[in-house]
């Protein structure tokens, strides 16, 4: 099983071997398909932000089975609590995504006011405001770069 350091050793390998393979092997999977038939599977991906979500997912279920002792296929529950519960997590999900939105328009004021500063950076300090701009969709005003007040 992967830890998250071993994860990131990974993300570092496929940048560096890019060149001569774009997909890497995350890791071996042994499961049983049913029927008492097992099978071995090699997952492969291209897109580093899968890659990641997959070792969590990968790490969280073994710290689980771990912590209780068992596996979700050991657990038996009428399928209304099963649905009640699912209902309770995407409820709270829904909670943590709005305070996401939240927080980010927060912030897009306080790096959009940043420009106002703009004149007394760095080019370098300009650039990087003109990444966080892009990242958090405000428009790039042009007489940043040519060092006169924004605004």
Known sequence: MLD?????????????DDSNNDKLPLTSISYDVGDGLNSDK???FKDSTVTRIVGKHLDRAERSNKKYDNTI????KPLG??????????LDQSVYIQRLLETIAEVTIHIEDLGWEAQRMSSSGRETLKTLWEYFEIPWDDSIDKGESYG
């Open 73 to 76: 296929n050991n657990v038996e």
């Open 81 to 90: 609590k099963w649905a009640a519960e699912a209902l309770d997590e995407s």
């Open 42 to 44: 090699k997952w492969y």
């Open 4 to 16: 998250m350091e071993q994860a990131a050793d990974m993300e570092a390998d496929k940048k560096e």
